[in-house]
């Protein structure tokens, strides 16, 4: 028995306890908030690093060149190599200003928008003899526009009064109109090339990419899949006939699942929805290996390269929306690996040698890894998302920031610069980040995020109509007792496969009829013996020469 003034301290400290850790919770969530402010900020500074450079050294031309604290018209120049068929008088088409429309209002820089948006209402034409990519037109300047539009018309009053009366949209309907040229081919797929005031030019290139085809072309080009819900990186518009049969989710092809899923969740189509399911179960059935995604033959399936590429990191953040939260964390983790790695994310990295590609080891800035550390810190809450991108704000600071902006990197072995600053470098690096430490912009609103990372509002009214197994990321919440947890619809897969409508959840997860987990959660192996039974379609996963289960035998 305790002698008396041992009971009277026991009997104190219990008392006190309670008290101690609740101011110790509270002192951890105020130096909680207070970093997440203070890489706010730095992400701030970074932007209008960034802006200001290209607003003092490039405006109105396209994009910055901060190491000679110059410009580049790089929309058009892409299209025109050797400059021959750019006008005397071109000044550019202030891409990179359109690009941060939506990155100034979601850091509350109102004033600055509203300029924004009375410069390119009095300035910007498109009636320019330049030939532009379709798609990097499309998802940059028409998108940007878009989403500006809708920002400056909702409910906010974030424009003076009779300031704003449609002027972007008028532009925008502008642009589109000098697209629809590059639709007018035999299979209905667009050219990948079009000049904005002559339409398509003579003899032009019949190639383009797969993701450059959707999204009103799309019925076709998903006809054109392999029996296998696979689809190509490159291929003819005026035959219909695939040029590059190896596939994965990176260059090419990235953009075309994203498409899919997000117009679901904008338009509410069933279509949209049915056509992902199948894509992404082919996606995860013949590309995944453990946490990482290789590329394949689209028609057999069988592996073709084993590289990861930066592109690529934007699948975990996909993976989120989808509810596969996961797979998304496992598949982040490795694309982190690499980035620590190098100190940036090199554009190929070979994973069957554990090494850079000898030519593509340079980082253009790119937003990927940082779009999906959002979304995963969105799904999650885990404090290890805002160590990851705490991560990448040092590197970038560290590596890529210069006197006059943010450079690329041309070499990740050496930090050798590239002397060019993208535009989505403010349209979606630094906005990703800056999301990631302040969401305050997102409360109370329904937005999803196009390629090029611009907002678009979600409108309720469909959401409302639909069975309780949908949400607008179609995850479902399960109730066990008084707790909801989240579950993934791809979780949800019996053996074979049926379509969401026939799944009931009985009050807890449907788990697929067959799935026998990997004994590791990161998939590592010595034998077949630790490796289980395939989710998606109830084969069974060997352990291969690198030691990692999957599927194999049937590769």
């Not at 400056?152 to 502008?174: H, I, M, P, W």
Request: aromatic share 12%; hydrophobic share 35%; proline share 4%.
């Amino acid at each position: 028995m305790l002698p008396r003034k041992s009971m009277t301290w026991v009997l104190l400290l219990l008392l006190l306890s309670p008290a101690i850790m609740n101011l110790s919770t509270s002192q951890s969530d105020a130096r909680w908030a207070a970093k997440k402010r203070r890489l706010r900020d730095k992400v701030h500074k970074m932007f209008y690093h960034a802006y200001d450079n290209y607003m003092i050294h490039a405006f109105p031309h396209d994009e910055l060149k901060p190491l000679s604290k110059s410009f580049t018209d790089s929309l058009s120049e892409l299209g025109n190599l050797k400059l021959e068929r750019l006008p005397q008088d071109y000044s550019g088409s202030a891409l990179t200003l359109i690009e941060s429309l939506s990155s100034l209002v979601i850091m509350g820089n109102n004033t600055e928008f509203q300029s924004a948006v009375v410069w390119l209402s009095e300035n910007l034409t498109f009636n320019v003899d330049a030939r532009v990519n379709l798609f990097e037109c499309n998802i940059r300047v028409l998108g940007g526009l878009v989403s500006a539009h809708l920002l400056a018309t909702d409910s906010t009053d974030r424009l003076g009064k009779g300031v704003y009366k449609n002027q972007l949209l008028t532009l925008a309907e502008d642009l589109g109109k000098r697209f629809l040229p590059a639709f007018n081919t035999p299979t209905g797929l667009p050219y990948a090339w079009v000049n904005l005031k002559y339409g398509v030019m003579e003899n032009e290139t019949t190639e383009t990419s797969t993701s450059g085809c959707a999204l009103r072309a799309l019925r076709k080009l998903w006809s054109m899949r392999s029996s296998l819900n696979l689809l190509g990186t490159t291929l003819d518009v005026s035959t219909g006939e695939w040029i590059e049969y190896s596939t994965g989710i990176g260059a090419g092809v990235d953009s075309f699942y994203e498409y899919l899923f997000k117009a679901h969740i904008l338009f509410g189509k069933e279509e949209f929805w049915r056509m992902f399911h199948s894509a992404y179960i082919a996606v995860q059935k013949y590309f995944r290996h453990g946490p990482w995604y290789h590329e394949a033959d689209m028609r057999t399936g069988k592996a073709t390269y084993w590289q990861l590429t930066s592109l690529q990191a934007f699948w975990p953040g996909l993976q989120v929306l989808v509810g596969d939260i996961a797979a998304a964390n496992s598949s982040h983790r490795e694309f982190v690996y690499v980035w620590k790695k190098y100190g940036v994310l090199p554009e190929r990295y070979l994973l069957d040698h554990q090494m850079l590609h000898p030519t593509e080891k340079y980082y253009p800035l790119r937003p990927e890894l940082a779009e999906s550390t959002f979304y995963l810190y969105q799904a999650t809450k885990d404090p290890w998302y805002i160590e990851v991108g705490e991560s990448i704000v040092n590197s970038l600071n560290l590596y890529t920031k210069v006197d006059g902006g943010f450079a690329s990197i041309r070499d990740v072995t050496t930090m050798q610069l590239e002397d060019h600053q993208h535009s989505f470098f403010l349209a979606e690096t630094c906005k990703y980040l800056f999301l990631l430490f302040d969401d305050s912009f997102l409360v109370e609103k329904n937005y999803i995020f196009t390629t090029e990372g611009h907002p678009l509002p979600v409108l309720s009214s469909w959401h409302d109509r639909l069975p309780d197994t949908y949400i607008q990321t179609n995850r479902t919440l399960l109730k066990t007792g008084n707790q909801a947890r989240q579950t993934s619809s791809m979780s949800k897969q019996v053996c074979p496969p049926t379509t969401l409508n026939s799944w009931e959840c009985s009050g807890q997860q449907v788990e697929s009829a067959c799935h026998v987990p990997d004994a590791r959660s990161d998939h590592r192996c010595l034998t077949d013996d630790e490796c289980g039974v395939d989710s998606s379609n109830c084969r069974r996963r060997s352990c291969s020469m690198a030691g990692y289960c999957g599927l194999w035998l049937f590769i």
